[in-house]
């Protein structure tokens, strides 16, 4: 491409342009990198790395290793088939400089690759060169080593031969440039991770190894996936249930694109349908996606038709009830890919949609037939959800009309504070009855509402609604809450602008927590994010010495004490549960607006919580406990 433009010039006039080139991209590098904050210095790496996966989509290599060194240098190396270094006639110049000089001369000369062009990659190497103060190439290649050093984007010097050498391959190490990356110049180990890992598994038998050698101790880290989308799918899953022993896979390709589709169905209630096109993100989904869903509706209604799960009056199952508990990836390798949308990862391809649906529609039915058994689990599922669909729809209705008729009946349970300023009121939901009655007598009456909740209650990530509707803790919870739940949710009909969860501080009383969180999370949100959910953090000890109280939530601040005040006596006793605390302990370390210490629930962005929720509620205690001490905004809440 480049070469032969480059041809018709010059070897000065060519020249010229190239340094007009990558002034522009350090004078604009927002424009070619999206940002000049974290996630543009980010994007150099991806840069670099995208170039070798490029390298190993055309099927001439199979490791990349990536360095971050002390010096917030990086370093990528592959085994591909080396940048071309030979000497161009009439510009006198190495391919290896035209490449790392000239704005998207990405190099490939032969036609018919996949690139991962488009989109916010595929900028080109150049890009890289010109934001870095320093730039190494070594190429393998023709027999020999050949290095080239650029400042700035400039070349120090001409392409060197060096010693003989045999195996072919890239090296490029880059210092990114501080004048550009004022903001920071460190990489963020688990986004190079996750994104590394992420490449790993969508380029199967592709090894990636990371060295982070910043920590006195190197972090080494190697993805190498055999099963490629398989282990994705059962990356995915793996705290999951699954409903069906095989992860279904299906590829193909045709002149002017390939297809890759894993997925398997869980017992959970929730889908996860990921998508790729030339291994970027489709998170604004595209053609590719529709395409999908479309034939996997179409296959899973036929299959309960042929196989008279579902009668010829019943209605078809809609696409949602066939993806309850679905994970899937579905990737795309598109010869020239047209990204759309606001963030520019939405595959706009329109020959994509017919190729990926005529693709599953010849595969995806003849599955469900040779699985027959996995083909019957999966379209119980999907007529189980569209049953449930209804009846929630139903249950809702009542629910609202329900609490339309008793807004004056509350929960018997409830002991209502007398204000009716909701800005004011506490509602605290407290575990069990025989912690109701110090709770009741500890309260400030005016604003404060106690609703007791008796043993566990339901766990809603595996109930479906209407199940966890008939739950009288879940009814007693939504009446005196007021908000309602799901799409009738209305924050502004909160009757307490606070809801405490008081719960015991042992392993029972954080499941309970948990569970109440998990019902929060999926059907009142919006209570969530508006601030309104809190944990109260009764202690665990009471410890006297002399004449002071102390109350202690955890065996570490115990320890602790036992260390200051050394060698003297302590009366120490241990609650059992929040009913062995009389009115005022119990007022005095929880409810007490002036000395309680209350835990605001926190979620990250929505999009990351959906994950999380599903292995917070799934039986990793390990990623629970991390959620939970990510999300407490106080770190002393850590009993889990
Ligand atoms: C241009 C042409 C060819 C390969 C490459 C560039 C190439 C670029 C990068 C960047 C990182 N690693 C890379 N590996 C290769 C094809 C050369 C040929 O036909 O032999």
């Not at 880059?174 to 490449?199: A, G, H, N």
């Not at 190498?224 to 249930?241: Q, S, V």
């Not at 390798?333 to 005529?358: A, D």
């Not at 058994?373 to 009542?398: C, F, N, V």
Request: with cysteine.
């Amino acid at each position: 491409m480049s070469t032969a433009n480059r041809a018709s010039n010059s070897y000065g006039a060519a020249d010229i342009t190239v340094l007009e080139g990558l002034e522009a991209v350090r004078r604009r590098p927002g424009m070619y990198i999206g940002s000049t904050g974290p996630r543009g210095l980010h994007h150099l790496l991806w840069e670099v790395v995208d170039n070798a996966v490029d390298e190993a989509m055309a099927g001439f290599c199979t490791r990349i290793d990536v360095t971050i060194r002390q010096d917030e240098s990086v370093q990528v190396r592959d085994n591909g088939r080396g940048i071309p270094v030979d000497r161009h006639k009439k510009t006198k110049e190495s391919a290896l400089t035209t490449v790392l000089t000239t704005l998207h001369a990405g190099g490939k000369f032969e036609a018919g690759a996949y690139q991962v062009s488009g989109g916010l990659h595929g900028v080109g190497v150049s890009v890289v060169n010109a934001l870095s103060a320093r730039l190494e190439a070594e190429i393998v290649r023709e027999g020999f080593h050949w290095t080239q050093a650029f400042e700035d984007g400039h070349p120090t010097g001409p392409v060197k031969k060096g010693k003989p050498g045999k195996r072919t391959g890239t090296t490029i190490t880059y210092w990114p440039s501080p004048k550009t990356f004022v903001e920071t110049l460190s990489l963020d180990l688990s986004t190079v991770i996750s994104r590394l890992r992420e490449m790993a598994f969508l380029n199967r038998g592709l090894e990636i190894r990371l060295t982070d050698e910043r920590e006195e101790e190197p972090v080494e880290e190697v993805f190498h996936y055999k099963g490629g989308l398989i282990d994705y799918i059962k990356h995915l899953n793996a705290t999951k249930e699954p409903l069906h022993p095989h992860i279904i896979y299906f590829d193909d390709q045709s002149e002017d694109a390939e297809v890759e589709v894993a997925l398997q169905w869980t017992s959970s209630y929730t889908e996860t349908v990921l998508s790729f096109a030339n291994n970027i993100n489709t998170h604004e989904g595209g053609t590719h996606e529709e395409g999908f869903r479309k034939s996997l509706t179409r296959a899973i209604n036929d299959f309960a038709r042929s196989k008279g799960l579902l009668k010829e009056k019943d209605e078809n199952l809609t696409g949602e009830d066939a993806r309850e508990g679905l994970t899937a990836v579905v990737s795309v390798k598109v010869r020239s890919p047209q990204f759309e949308g606001q963030t520019k990862t939405k595959l706009g391809n329109t020959e994509i949609r017919g190729y990926v649906e005529k693709t599953l529609n010849r595969l995806l039915p003849e599955w469900l037939e040779r699985y027959g058994g996995e083909g019957r689990a999966i379209a119980d599922k999907s007529l189980m959800a569209s049953r449930a669909r209804l009846a929630a729809r139903k249950a809702r209705e009542l629910t609202r009309r329900k609490s339309m008729l008793e807004s004056a009946s509350l929960p018997g349970k409830l002991a209502d504070c007398s204000s009716r300023d909701a800005s004011v009121s506490e509602l605290f939901i407290v575990e069990g009855d025989s912690a109701a009655g110090p709770a009741k007598q500890g309260r400030n009456s005016e604003t404060q509402a106690i609703l007791p909740i008796r043993g566990k209650i339901i766990n809603v990530e595996k109930a479906r609604l209407a199940k966890a509707l008939q739950n009288t803790e879940i009814q007693s919870l939504i009446t005196a809450i007021g908000t309602s739940i799901g799409e009738e949710f209305d924050l502004a009909k909160a009757r307490y602008h606070k809801v405490v969860l008081l719960t015991d501080a042992d392993v029972d009383g954080a499941h309970i927590r948990t569970l109440l969180l998990t019902f929060f999370f999926r059907h009142m949100r919006p209570l969530i994010e508006a601030g309104y959910v809190y944990f109260a953090q009764p202690p665990l000890y009471r410890v006297k010495t002399g004449k002071e109280i102390h109350y202690l939530s955890s065996d570490t601040e115990l320890d602790q004490l036992r260390e200051e005040l050394n060698g003297r006596k302590l009366d120490v006793s241990r609650f059992k549960g929040l009913g062995e605390m009389n009115a005022s302990e119990l007022r005095d370390t929880s409810m007490d607006p002036a000395l309680r210490h209350l835990v605001q629930v926190d979620l990250e962005d929505a999009a990351l919580s959906e994950e999380i929720f599903s292995t917070l509620m799934g039986d990793d205690v390990a990623s629970r406990k991390r959620f939970i001490q990510r999300n407490a905004k106080d770190v002393r809440f850590l009993d889990v």
